[in-house]
């Protein structure tokens, strides 16, 4: 591999976290935990959002297209880490390292542009209640959750396109569990300097308007509820916001751990960061949603009973 674009010629290797056999049979355990608990929490929620009806309210359809877009990312993922950390065989081709690059900005996009658009049900919620039924309309749903779609779709593609222009004629071991758009960077041999600073214009725009919306959106909800003069009042209301808040600190926080530092200071003690938003994050959010959330204890509650109470009279009428 010398000289000239070998992009469509090699693989690339997925080395993962740890090259050790007994670090990787605990890191296989572990991925294969987190994978399984992440699709069975976000599975539920989407069932329980489907079936019941007393959720069937712009909330919950935005948490609906969350607990989705969670699912597809670590499905996006974690399968061929596990197929890695059981094989010899890491490689993955050219074109199935930029499919998972585009999932990978497609869907971290959509999630960012969903809590935003969270964020704003809560202002009108608690700010403009009496206008709530109108305000958040079944087709200003629909409207919202369709441009969030799209802008992701179509950022996601912009930025795969991009990564096309670069060329690849050295080592292509990527100390990663996927491939991610600062690490193929890194193992670039042509300038990447005008793509670097294309991607982190965008970036900041597509991350940081959203970020400028929940900010907005929460200044004037604390606003708001400091007016009301029962405390309990108070409590209630902020608690409608306490579970969106804490999955916004946990994706940014560990989104900002990743890509707020300059491409050369990316190395792979990043790698736990990279776990933290890839894995621990939609692990996550199935619980901060449903912890203190009467509605889908409900909800989660009337699911597993009703399967229960099919299964226990399916045996009946069999025997």
């Known amino acids: 591999m010398h000289g000239g674009n070998q992009s469509g010629f090699s693989d690339f290797l997925l080395l993962g976290i740890s090259e050790s056999p007994e670090e990787q049979q605990i890191l296989f355990w572990m991925f294969l935990s987190m994978y399984l608990v992440t699709v069975m929490g976000n599975a539920l929620i989407l069932?329980?959002?489907?079936?019941?009806?007393?959720?069937?309210?712009?909330?919950?359809?935005?948490?609906?297209?969350?607990s989705f877009t969670d699912l597809f990312f670590v499905t996006n993922t974690i399968p061929k880490t596990l197929v890695n950390l059981q094989s010899q065989n890491k490689a993955i081709s050219y074109g199935g390292c930029l499919t998972q690059l585009y999932f990978l900005v497609c869907l971290v996009t959509l999630d960012n542009l969903i809590l935003a658009t969270m964020a704003y049900d809560r202002y009108v919620a608690i700010c403009r209640p009496l206008h709530y039924i109108t305000a958040m309309s079944p087709g200003l749903c629909i409207l919202l959750l369709t441009l969030c779609w799209v802008l992701s779709v179509l950022y996601g593609l912009f930025l795969t396109l991009l990564m096309t222009k670069v060329t690849f004629c050295g080592s292509r071991r990527i100390h990663y569990i996927f491939c991610e758009m600062y690490v193929l960077l890194r193992l670039a041999c042509s300038n990447t300097q005008v793509i670097h600073t294309v991607q982190i214009t965008t970036g900041c725009f597509i991350f940081f308007t959203p970020l400028g919306i929940m900010v907005m959106s929460y200044v004037?909800?604390?606003r708001a509820i400091l007016r009301i003069p029962s405390a309990s009042s108070?409590?209630?209301?902020?608690?409608?916001?306490?579970?969106?808040?804490?999955?916004?600190?946990?994706?940014y926080g560990t989104l900002g751990m990743v890509y707020l530092q300059p491409l050369k200071t990316h190395s792979m003690k990043d790698s736990v960061a990279t776990v933290m938003y890839a894995v621990v994050t939609p692990m996550m959010n199935p619980f901060i949603y449903s912890l203190r959330n009467k509605d889908m204890h409900g909800a989660l509650g009337r699911l597993?009973?009703?399967?229960?109470?099919?299964?226990?009279?399916?045996r009946k009428l069999r025997h």
Do not use: E
């Open 220 to 222: 004037w909800i604390v």
């Open 304 to 314: 597993l009973l009703g399967k229960a109470f099919q299964r226990l009279t399916g």
């Open 47 to 66: 069932l329980a959002i489907s079936f019941d009806s007393h959720l069937h309210t712009p909330m919950y359809l935005f948490l609906a297209n969350l």
């Open 234 to 251: 108070k409590y209630k209301a902020f608690s409608t916001c306490g579970s969106h808040l804490a999955v916004v600190s946990l994706f």
